[in-house]
């Protein structure tokens, strides 16, 4: 079965510093792969989406970038943390368009 | 994009059948609709999904109504550990088949003994 593994669980971080988040894949090859956040108390925001290596979409203007060296790795990236970046960070993949989102456990953001 | 529109929030009786409706009036012919739960601060987890035809499986049943402008997500018999954020999301239909799936707000059942 398919797996994402993300890390670190929680991870506390001063405003201005940099950030990388990194997810990768088991169990499957070429899934499409998405960066999710959820402030506290909200819904999900896709923020990133990748069809295969090197190929990133994002959804949203903001303070973060994401990058797809390889086909089971998935980094989000930060050069100056703001205290909006707080938040629920998800990584997610796809097997193929019809298929089911599965989920890493998430990153707890906490910039302060 | 097709919108989703859910109740926020619900109550259900443990051991009484959870009945979460979504209205998706948008949707088109080609898009599943999908639904998720997110128990705090953990990941989301696939509960079903479905384009026309209801479908059941170990966790619940999707139906879907005829005009497939809306659907219910049944659970038969609601536990305490169904309490959760239930998200009702149709599938986005765009280029390059990428798949995504935009989440809404969800709606909070609370599953009281």
């Known amino acids: 079965s398919q797996t994402i593994h993300q890390w670190p669980a929680t991870l506390v971080q001063p405003v201005g510093s940099p950030l990388s988040l990194e997810c990768t894949v088991e169990?499957?090859?070429?899934?499409?792969l998405y960066w999710y956040r959820q402030a506290a108390g909200r819904g999900l925001q896709l923020l990133f989406y990748?069809?295969?290596?090197?190929?990133i979409s994002s959804e949203v203007p903001q303070n973060l970038s994401a990058s797809r060296p390889q086909d089971r790795q998935f980094i989000l990236s930060s050069k100056k943390l703001l205290l909006s970046d707080s938040g629920f960070y998800l990584c997610?993949?796809?097997?193929?368009?019809?298929?089911?989102?599965?989920f890493g456990s998430g990153t707890q953001l906490s910039v302060l | 994009d097709a919108k989703t529109t859910q109740p926020p929030s619900m109550d259900c009786a443990e051991g009484r059948a959870a009945n979460l409706p979504c209205n998706h009036s948008?949707?088109?012919?080609?898009?599943?609709v999908y639904w998720y739960r997110q128990i705090h601060s953990q990941g989301p987890q696939y509960i079903i999904h479905?384009?026309?035809n209801n479908e059941t499986n170990e966790m619940a049943s999707l139906i879907i109504t005829e005009d497939r402008k809306s659907s219910t997500l049944i659970l038969p018999h609601a536990t305490l550990r169904d309490t959760a954020v239930y998200y009702c999301i149709v599938r986005v239909a765009g280029s390059s088949n990428t798949g995504k799936l935009i989440f809404g707000q969800g709606t909070t059942l609370q599953v009281k003994p």
């Open positions: 948008t949707i088109s012919g080609n898009e599943y």
């Open positions: 479905g384009l026309k």
């Open positions: 990748s069809v295969g290596i090197g190929q």
């Open positions: 169990g499957t090859s070429n899934p499409n």
């Open positions: 997610a993949g796809r097997l193929k368009a019809y298929e089911k989102l599965f």
